[in-house]
């Protein structure tokens, strides 16, 4: 997997996510986790590593090939993969706020 930040970015041009909790950089990292970076510049670390290997992964079971995990990309502020899954920023951000840190679970 790539530690290379992602820059780019899916969004109706000439739109500029403001709000504090959406995504402004985001790097893909080892282990099915996530750096983020939002637009209040608060940044912490995403594990998705159980939601992708639980037994009701959906849409993220793609996610558990390293290659396909690493596609991640901004789409107008969230973090999104190219099969559809995408995680919700505000949460991402909530949980960062309080614990530096977001394991989500299956």
């Known amino acids: 997997m790539s530690s ?3 820059t780019e970015t899916h969004q109706t041009a000439g739109i500029i996510p403001a709000a ?3 995504l402004r950089a985001l790097s893909v990292l080892p282990e099915w986790q996530l750096a983020v970076t939002f637009n209040d ?13 639980g ?17 991640a990309y901004l ?17 991402m951000h909530r949980e960062i706020q309080k614990c530096g840190a977001w394991r989500i679970l299956d």
């Open 75 to 91: 789409d107008c502020g969230a973090v999104a993969w190219p099969n559809g899954a995408d995680i919700a920023p505000d949460a």
């Open 41 to 53: 510049g608060l940044s912490g670390i995403i594990d998705v590593s159980a939601l992708v290997h």
């Open 55 to 71: 037994a009701d992964a959906g849409v993220f079971g793609a996610l558990r090939d390293p290659a396909f995990f690493a596609k």
């Open 20 to 22: 504090p909790w959406r």
């Open 4 to 6: 290379e930040a992602i």
